[in-house]
């Protein structure tokens, strides 16, 4: 796929995807989802990519949905025709276009990073709630503002983000719709720490590499979908389990045995398992879409 509202480049086993529609602060559009989507894919299916840092171009993460149509803007019915096949539920329903990206990451194998810096309203928020860790620019600004818009929170957000920050935090920012800033955000542990604006991108790429340079790949995916599946099991008896199970697989596996290894000859590791051929069937999945 040729992309016309992202960037999307490797490096030093780090994949960066940049919302890129600056000129419109970076605003989601369904042309947007369907890169994303496909960034997503290529990032998993790519063993040299180790993690994926997410950010956008110019002054803003993404402002929200493009509202360009206007008050039609969420109309689904007067946009039929963007909602078919694949894109609609057993029922008929049609979904919508935040939440399957927000899935879509949700399923990563690959440890995403929100480098968000600047704006991120509706849309531009919830994308980044499945993402394992969001740092902020200090200037960057956040907005659950879909009461404000007459709608409903989207992107499976009303799953992620009680999860994230809390009932009572999560029904305050969605209940006002209220735009606020990165501290209160770091208050509210939506983020895990503000950056000035030109030291962002730096923070997020020596926390990528941290994740590249020493650790199995294939354990981290495996961890990424461990802690997600967790949040909905019943117990830790559940929990206990899942890890049981890929303990037991992996524990014989090569890179186990590359990792004590290292430790004892006090060098560093070089994990010889490769996601895309490696992956135990143990490993939680959900569907594609």
């Known amino acids: 796929m040729t992309y016309t509202e992202i960037d999307y480049t490797v490096a030093d086993g780090i994949a960066t995807i940049t919302l890129d529609r600056p000129e419109r602060l970076n605003a989601f559009t369904l042309v947007m989802r369907g890169e994303l989507i496909d960034a997503f894919d290529r990032a998993d299916a790519d063993d040299a990519v180790r993690a994926v840092v997410v950010t956008g171009r110019g002054r803003a993460f993404c402002a929200g949905a493009d509202l360009e149509r206007g008050g039609s803007t969420f109309d689904y019915k007067a946009a039929k025709e963007m909602f ?23 399923r990563s194998l690959k440890p995403v990073i929100g480098a968000i810096n600047g704006p991120a309203v509706g849309v531009g928020v919830t994308m980044t709630l499945p993402m394992d860790i969001r740092l902020a620019a200090d200037g960057a600004r956040f907005g659950f503002v ?87 099991l019943s117990s830790p008896w559940d929990a206990h ?32 398992m490769k996601v895309s051929q490696d992956l135990p069937a143990e490993v939680p999945d959900w569907p594609a879409r």
Not at 98 to 105: N, S
Not at 192 to 219: C, F, R, W
Not at 244 to 270: C, I, N, Q
């Open 146 to 232: 879909f009461a404000r818009r007459g709608i409903v929170t989207e992107a499976a957000s009303s799953w992620f983000l009680p999860r994230i920050v809390g009932i009572s935090q999560a029904m305050e920012w969605a209940a006002t719709g209220r735009v606020f800033g990165a501290e209160e955000a770091l208050r509210g542990r939506l983020v895990s720490a503000v950056h000035p604006a030109d030291e962002l991108l730096d923070a997020a790429y020596a926390l990528a590499g941290e994740i590249a340079a020493n650790t199995s790949a294939v354990a981290v995916a495996a961890v990424r979908r461990l802690m997600w599946s967790g949040l909905g």
């Open 84 to 106: 078919g096949g694949e894109d609609t539920f057993e029922d008929g329903a049609p979904r919508d276009g935040g939440g399957t990206v927000a899935l879509r990451i949700a």
């Open 241 to 272: 389990r899942a890890d049981s199970r890929l303990m037991y697989t992996l524990g014989s596996a090569p890179d186990a045995a590359e990792g004590v290894t290292s430790f004892l000859e006090k060098r560093p590791a070089d994990f010889p």
